[in-house]
């Protein structure tokens, strides 16, 4: 369905999002009686990267991040992970990380807060992007919070113009976070003009329902699949959370139902999905094993207490989707 360059020197570069991730050590309590918490880098884009690193993809990044401390920590990580740090540079203005602090109420109920304001990663600007480095990729991703406000919003539109014009497959993640932006018609106008670029279109149902806000939909997947792949692009996927998923592309339609595990948190599994589904998209699998590699890994991460470090590798994906399966079948039907 989608032609990836793997002869390019990278497979991916994300743009947008890194932060830092400080989730609890005490579990199942409310966050304002948490006292133990564990440093992580985080931020969707980020955790995709590592995920697909870890996948045994070459990947770049694209962003900014601050100049301190912390932002040689995430540029270190990054580095140790194998992933290219070259177009990620220090902000000029003192700019900080984004803060996540995560809350573990019980396996079934957490939350985030997060602090967004006059952060490092939005200062991503215009001329940061570089047409030689989108040329190096395989593919692009485009996360939906870098969208949120300028100058970021300006570089990654730019990002995908860009890829476009170069042969470069887009991936287009919605991550909405509600902090940061104005209005939601804002969100509508710039969402829905990145998903228009996009071969690859990912989000939940609240996602598509705010990027539709204007095209008169009826808020089911089948309207929001067919207005999409008839905008352009190959698949869509749209997530229900504990519901599962649903995929859409022109040769059929799948359901996709979540492994069964303990889960631990109600966070990461998105980010789990997306890397384990574009690197199985790029190895050339067929999309419901695609898909299948996608809820795998998702299900690995809500089991886990860490994001970006518990990405698993292409044996430990494969490890656990034998031993799943053979107790509980397969996870992907047709629709």
């Not at 947008?16 to 884009?45: M, W």
């Not at 203005?93 to 396996?107: Q, R, Y």
């Not at 692009?140 to 470069?168: D, M, Q």
Request: hydrophobic share 40%.
């Amino acid at each position: 369905m989608i032609r990836f360059d793997l002869t390019r020197p990278l497979h991916m570069i994300p743009v947008g999002r890194v932060a830092i991730d400080l989730n609890p050590e005490d579990y199942n309590r409310p966050l304002e009686e948490s006292e133990h918490f564990t440093k992580y880098v985080g931020g969707s884009p980020a955790n995709i990267a590592v995920g697909l690193a870890r996948l045994g993809n070459r990947v770049g990044f694209l962003a900014r991040v601050s100049d301190d401390a912390f932002g040689r920590y995430v540029t270190q990580y990054f580095e140790k992970e194998g992933i290219d740090v070259s177009h990620i540079r220090p902000c000029r203005h003192g700019e900080k990380l984004g803060l996540t602090f995560t809350e573990i109420k019980s396996p079934t109920e957490s939350s985030i807060l997060m602090y967004r304001e006059g952060v490092a990663d939005l200062q991503l600007e215009p001329e940061d992007v570089d047409e030689a480095y989108i040329r190096k990729t395989a593919c692009l991703l485009i996360s939906g919070t870098s969208l949120c406000i300028s100058p970021s919003r300006e570089a990654a539109l730019k990002t995908g113009l860009l890829a476009r014009k170069n042969g470069v497959p887009i991936v287009f993640d919605a991550d909405y976070r509600a902090y940061t932006w104005k209005s939601f018609d804002e969100i509508a106008v710039y969402t829905s003009l990145a998903a228009s670029m996009a071969d690859i279109i990912m989000g939940s149902r609240e996602e598509f329902d705010l990027m539709e806000r204007f095209l008169g939909l009826d808020g089911s997947d089948e309207k929001s699949a067919e207005h999409w792949l008839g905008q352009g692009a190959k698949i869509c996927v749209i997530k229900h959370g504990k519901e599962g998923s649903r995929a859409y592309a022109e040769d059929g339609a799948y359901l996709v139902k979540p492994f069964p595990v303990h889960a631990l948190k109600g966070f990461g599994g998105g980010d789990g999905y997306a890397s384990a589904f574009l690197h199985s998209l790029m190895e050339g699998m067929s999309l419901p094993d695609a898909l299948e590699r996608g809820s795998a890994s998702a299900a690995m991460l809500v089991a886990s207490h860490a994001c970006s470090r518990d990405m698993p590798t292409q044996e430990a994906l494969e490890a656990f989707i034998r031993e799943k399966k053979a107790e509980h079948g397969s996870v992907v039907s047709p629709l």
